[in-house]
Nanobody, 125 residues
């Protein structure tokens, strides 16, 4: 089983920045694509960003393009989400996920097999 643990969430003012981290452990593979999803209050869980093991493909949701950056350090089994210019609508629980589809860069919930428990991000003045 693969365990994913998110950290780095918190309260930030609009325009501020946060960096989320996701540490993987257990029987994980460095070839697994990794992704970030979020679920705001009263909303469905939605795709945010994804990255292949090589780091070569990084699709983003239109709502975060130019503001968020996904990256990973395979030696540390860790994926990051740098969030800049945060907006109130970014308020959500952010989830890290891993996919067994190592040859692709999944962007849909059903394409992911392992999930963390989430970290809260609140953007408010």
């Amino acid at each position: 089983q693969v365990q994913l643990v998110e950290s780095g969430g918190g309260l930030v003012q609009p325009g501020g920045s946060l960096r989320l981290s996701c540490a993987a452990s257990g029987r994980t593979s460095s070839s697994y694509p990794m992704g970030w999803f979020r679920q705001g209050p009263g909303k469905e869980r939605e795709f945010v960003a994804a990255i292949r093991s090589s780091g070569g493909r990084t699709p983003y949701a239109d709502s975060v393009k130019g503001r968020f950056t996904i990256s990973r350090e395979n030696a540390k089994n860790t994926v990051y989400l740098q969030m800049n210019s945060l907006k109130p609508e970014d308020t959500a629980v952010y989830y890290c996920a891993a996919s067994r589809a190592f040859s692709t860069t999944p962007t849909r919930i059903y394409e992911y097999d392992y999930w963390g428990q989430g970290t809260q991000v609140t953007v408010s003045s």
